[in-house]
């Protein structure tokens, strides 16, 4: 896996491609059937990557993996033992780095059964920085069947490499492609990576972390329960391991009476209309998705199943359920300029990552009762009649912390330590009083309400260095 630093999901919906075919009967099978990291590449290294000096290399293999047109398989090592294949456009059309799978990929190609791959990419060079992937540069992902004809294909532009990339870090991207299965060759499918702009003589991108899984597609468009075969595409209702599409433009209420289930992630499409999804609880292996502009809302209860899961929103999402554990201490991540409400009396005990957007606390234990807050270029806005001291929970932010008291008045009486470098901004009508000996470092912003220094509170032990923007009110 990469480092943290790349924004996820900026791709995420950038090639949301599907074969229109009739409806028939599918075998529903569930779960992840395809995984490659690509961290078997074999090639000689030479040179360090211009810009973020990782290491890069030549002349590879990659295991199960062919080569077609002329050049070298190049690759840049992102972390130890951890390669990511770069594909460079040649000088005319048949020189462009070409890989396509060595053998069929079983039980992918079922007729009408629906498939989503997930991948990252990133702009790719090598020591010249004359060669790095321009805006119009990008890598093409084919399906073939077995017999190498091709279901469908798209183009993912990572963006130009100049300015994106820093020291030791490559902005990583997830991209997705959805396709349904043609039933040909036994349901057996091959995936082939190329670059885009023939003759550029530049990378087209990098790309790592490949996977396919099976989706589940409700297409009733109103209201209806999980186990009612034709509210699913082809009447392949969700087992487990099945990643849950919700799409249907008058949107309803999608009711799970599955019991047990396990997903591997649920995603509202980019568009559907608003749904309420209710009914038995939902263990993720996976995140939560709303990828629309339609407010969204998961009534049911979510297990996160032992591992932080991400949520990201480009619409709103309320999740009023209850957001528990399963095991160990799992947390959640905040992604996407949406608003992720959490109004449930939740009791994960993992951290809470704000990346992007405004996570809202619409109960006192939205964000559980333990586990630090981290935030990392989100906001935090407290709900009507919340007023939740969480100041001894927020930890290691590197980004301004973004507290929008929302009327409320609220009252930090621990600390916000010296792991918290960004700085606090208060947001929202209402007062925020620190009544402790806070060490954050960074600058204080006040743009609305009141931000009052209690008796025994100070800003930064005393010894503040930073700067107090006051538009507001400071007391």
Known sequence: MKSAAFPRFSLARAAA?????????????????????????????????????????????VTGWNRSGDGTIHAVRVATGDWAPM??????????????????IALTNTANQTYRVTFQVAPGVYANINEATGSTDGVVLSLLTGANATITSGTFLPGAFSGQASSGNLPF??????????????????????????????????????????????????????????????????????????????????????????????????GA???????????????????????????????????????????????????????????????????????????????????AGT????????LGTTGNITFSGGGLQYGSGITQDLSSRIKNSGSAILVDTNSNNVTFASAVDSTNSGGLT???????????????????????????IGSAGLLGSGNYSGNIANSGSFV
Request: proline letters at 1%; charged letters at 5%; aromatic letters at 6%.
């Open 17 to 61: 491609l599907a074969v229109a075919l009739a409806c028939s009967s599918a075998t529903s099978f569930g779960g992840n059937l395809y995984t490659e990291n690509f961290n078997s590449y074999s090639g000689t290294q030479n040179a360090n990557q211009v810009t973020t000096a990782l290491p890069v290399a030549h002349t590879g293999t």
């Open 87 to 104: 594909f460079y456009e040649g000088s005319n059309a048949a020189g462009n780095n070409i890989i396509t799978t060595a053998s069929t």
């Open 173 to 270: 991207q997830n991209a997705a492609f959805d396709y349904v299965g043609t039933g040909s060759d036994s349901g057996a499918l091959r995936l082939q990576f190329a670059a885009n702009n023939a003759g550029a003589q530049r990378f087209a991108g990098s790309v790592d972390n490949v996977n396919i899984v099976t989706t589940a597609l409700w297409n009733n468009g109103t209201s209806g329960n999980w186990s009612t075969a034709g509210n699913w595409r082809s009447g392949a209702i969700p087992v487990n391991s099945d990643l849950v599409l919700i799409n249907g433009t008058s949107g309803g209420t999608s009711t799970n009476d599955i019991s047990n289930l396990t997903i591997a992630g649920l995603e509202f499409m980019s």
């Open 273 to 355: 209309g608003s749904f309420t999804v209710s009914g038995n609880d939902l263990t993720l292996s996976d995140g939560v998705t709303n990828a629309g502009n339609s407010s969204q809302t998961l009534a049911t209860n979510l297990i996160l199943g032992g591992t932080t899961r991400v949520f990201r929103t480009v619409g709103n999402l309320t999740v009023s359920g209850v957001i528990s554990n399963g095991s160990g201490s799992p947390g959640l991540t905040k992604n996407g300029t949406g608003t992720l409400t959490l109004s449930g009396n939740n009791t994960y005990n993992g951290t809470t990552t704000l990346n």
């Open 359 to 366: 996570v809202v606390i619409g109960h006192a234990n939205g």
């Open 426 to 452: 208060k947001n929202g009508t209402g007062t925020l009083t620190l009544n402790a000996t806070n060490t954050y470092t960074g600058t204080t912003t006040i743009n609305t309400g009141t931000l009052q």
